[in-house]
């Protein structure tokens, strides 16, 4: 599930690897992927990549004034692949949604594994045409979420700083990987009101969230695609931990669930020894 280091990580990959390059052909195996029509896809092949650029969690490859903008989603991925075959993917079968074919015979399929089939494709003249873009919320990265700003956003919110955090109109970028980590690092509770943070509070969260975004960003540099995906595991304390030891304390990890996802958390370190109800569970015990 690629969040904002990962895409940034992806975006330097294209610059280096991509820009400079002709589209030499499109293949759209998975259609539905493709969320617009006008201009076509395949008006992409001809013209060069001049840039790759990032917005909150969207990948936006600049190919000469269009934008083939794509939102991974949850199991969305961009494979680049130094060789491609000339046969085009077969249609409607596997996984991958659109194949970019450069003139050098390397290229990058965008794909999605699983069923949820939320990989979104666009291409657009602007990127604010595509409308989770235009909704984005302030860049965690970017100069301007400073903590002031950030103490001003959860000012009056009633909502649990979890939701809060992963809101991509409010912040955009943060899924819940990292706001599972960032909580647990400064031993909050996922479930707080996020008007009830503490000036100390909101400054540590500040701190930990910045920091931590920008170690992923600074330790994927550099590295191949296909590396990130483990790279980003591997330096999770809670997020996809579920029953291992909390790295602080030892106590385990535990979770809860929703219909589609779950999010991960220690009882001693955030929510003092107590846990949390699982509301899927307490469902299905009633
Ligand atoms: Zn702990």
């Known amino acids: 599930?690629?969040?904002?280091?990962?895409?940034?990580?992806?975006?330097?990959f294209l610059r280096e690897r991509a820009v400079g390059r002709v589209i030499a052909r499109v293949d759209v195996p998975?259609?539905?992927?493709?969320?617009?029509?006008?201009?076509?896809?395949?008006?992409?092949?001809?013209?060069?990549?001049?840039?790759?650029?990032?917005?909150?969690?969207?990948?936006?490859?600049?190919v000469s004034g269009l934008h083939l903008v794509t939102h991974l989603s949850r199991a969305g991925w961009l494979h680049w692949r130094k060789?491609?075959?000339p046969a085009p993917p077969k249609m409607g079968k596997g996984p991958i949604g659109v194949r970019i074919h450069l003139d050098d015979q390397s290229g990058f399929d965008l794909t999605e594994s699983g069923t949820q089939k939320r990989l979104a494709v666009y291409v657009?003249?602007?990127?604010?045409?595509?409308?989770?873009?235009?909704?984005?919320?302030?860049?965690p990265l970017s100069e301007v979420f400073t903590v002031k700003a950030f103490g001003e956003l959860l000012e009056g919110v009633r909502a649990q700083i979890k939701g809060v955090l992963t809101d991509q109109t409010v912040i955009a970028g943060v899924g819940n990987a990292y706001s599972d980590e960032v909580l647990w690092e400064v031993g909050l509770s996922p479930f707080k009101p996020a008007s009830s943070l503490s000036p100390e509070d909101v400054g540590r969260l500040h701190e930990a969230l910045v920091r931590t975004l920008q170690d992923a960003v600074t330790r994927a540099e550099g590295m191949a695609a296909g590396e990130l995906k483990a790279e980003k595991k591997s330096h999770l304390a809670v997020h996809a931990r579920t029953g291992?030891?909390?790295?602080?304390?030892?106590?385990?990890?535990?979770?809860?669930?929703?219909?589609?996802k779950s999010l991960q958390y220690c009882a001693t370190c955030q929510t003092g020894g107590k846990p949390l109800a699982d509301r899927r569970m307490s469902r299905l015990l009633k």
């Open 124 to 139: 657009v003249n602007d990127p604010s045409e595509v409308p989770g873009i235009t909704r984005l919320g302030v860049d």
């Open 1 to 12: 599930m690629p969040e904002l280091p990962e895409v940034e990580s992806l975006v330097a």
């Open 244 to 260: 291992l030891p909390c790295p602080r304390c030892g106590d385990e990890v535990r979770e809860v669930s929703f219909a589609t």
């Open 30 to 62: 998975g259609i539905h992927v493709l969320k617009t029509y006008a201009p076509p896809i395949s008006s992409l092949a001809g013209l060069e990549i001049t840039g790759a650029t990032r917005h909150g969690k969207f990948l936006d490859v600049d």
């Open 83 to 85: 060789f491609l075959p």
